[in-house]
């Protein structure tokens, strides 16, 4: 008889074929089933069924079997002794199991001699096709979101950057020109300092001059020698010693 048959959709062997074909009987079978029933439902659960006694086997009844898995089946073996008989049939329920399976997926492939066959064939082909194409479209997709979303990101931070560093170069070049020493307007002290030369102690007078001719104001800012200082703008410095302050001072931060 065959070992193995598809019940349910799902290939299985029975106690009852076990225990024939092991030379046990079926209740000591039964009973090692039941004992590591727990261990075999770790790869599916366990089936029992009932089948009616043949007439004259203890008086008639009813006789309970269960159904297992290849996984099940080659399990409960294991707990079984490891005989010349009981190693045979690990070997023959094996490839029973095996040549099932095989059969089953031959069952499920198209006749691709005959017309109808080939063609449930090609479409099967096709459709993998279509799917293999969709995945990698997908995956492309993610790529290229992925690669926009990293570079938007660089982006946005290059432009932080460059706002944050330009703030900054603003406020140095705010800070240089209170302290007197900036491109829009510089004290007497501040350029000679930078520029190395000496205007003597009536240097400013020209510049001065300058700003009263051409109503233009100078401002204070601090010295920490004189308190308060005139800090005389760029056209003024140019006109009467041309000097350039964005040159002298052009660099934000630079001091003097």
């Known amino acids: ?17 076990i225990a024939d074909g092991t030379q046990n009987d079926h209740a000591s079978v039964i009973a090692l089933v039941r004992r590591y029933v727990s261990d075999l439902e770790e790869f599916d659960l366990v089936r029992f069924e009932i089948r009616p006694r043949s007439a004259g086997q203890h008086g008639g009844g009813e006789t309970e079997f269960a159904l297992l898995t290849e996984p099940q089946a080659t399990l409960l073996l294991t707990f079984m002794r490891n005989t010349e008989i009981v190693r045979a049939f690990k070997k023959k329920l094996v490839r029973e199991f095996w040549e099932l399976v095989q059969e089953r997926n031959r069952a499920s492939q198209p006749d691709v001699t005959t017309q109808e066959g080939a063609l449930i064939a090609l479409q099967g082909a096709v459709e993998k096709q279509l799917a293999l ?6 995956i492309a997709q993610q790529r290229d979101e992925a690669v926009r979303t990293k570079a938007e990101i660089g982006t946005r931070r290059e432009a932080t950057a460059m706002a944050t560093a330009s703030a900054a170069v603003r406020k140095v070049m705010h800070l240089e020109n209170e302290l ?25 007078r020209p510049l001065k001059n300058w700003c009263d001719s051409h109503g233009v104001s100078a401002p204070k800012v601090q010295d920490p020698r004189f308190g308060w ?11 009467v010693y041309q000097i350039d302050l964005a040159d002298l001072f052009g660099a934000p931060g630079e001091t003097a």
């Not at 008889?1 to 074929?17: E, F, P, R, W, Y």
């Open 1 to 17: 008889m065959n070992l193995v048959t598809i019940k349910d959709g799902d290939a299985v062997t029975t106690s009852l074929a």
């Open 133 to 138: 194409i969709a995945e990698n479209r997908q």
């Open 180 to 204: 007197g020493r900036g491109c829009q307007h510089a004290t007497v002290t501040a350029v000679e300092r930078a520029a190395h030369r000496t205007f003597g102690g009536q240097g400013f």
């Open 229 to 239: 200082v005139r800090s005389w703008p760029a056209a003024a410095w140019a006109a």
